[in-house]
């Protein structure tokens, strides 16, 4: 396998914590803090999205081909985040139904 540090690759990527991601991984520089980035493709009805982590929080990379990668992110079903991640009341709204947004302002609270 070539050495390439200037374009990404496909990889498995582990996170401390169990977690695993597969998808197009690369580097992203934030506030003077680099990251790495990988890139989850659709999945069987999963949006892509994309993920940042710490070079400190990740166990191992596996460089894999495309279609190894696309796979592994079909069975991992990985989601850019749970509902479990947002506030309470907001579950609740999601639950109930009293989302509204009109799209407009980011900044908006969504209940």
Known sequence: ????????????????????????????????ASF???????QD?????????????IYCITPVSEDAAKAAARSLKEQPMSEWD????WRQAISQGRLQHDGDDADECPI
């Open 1 to 32: 396998m070539s050495e390439n540090n200037d374009v990404g690759f496909w990889a498995i990527v582990e996170i401390m914590g169990h977690k695993r991601y597969a998808g197009y991984v690369g580097e992203q520089v934030i506030g003077g």
């Open 36 to 42: 790495v980035r990988v890139d989850v493709p659709d």
């Open 45 to 57: 009805g999963y949006k892509a999205f994309s993920k940042l982590f710490g070079a400190q929080s």
């Open 86 to 89: 947002l506030p309470d009341e």
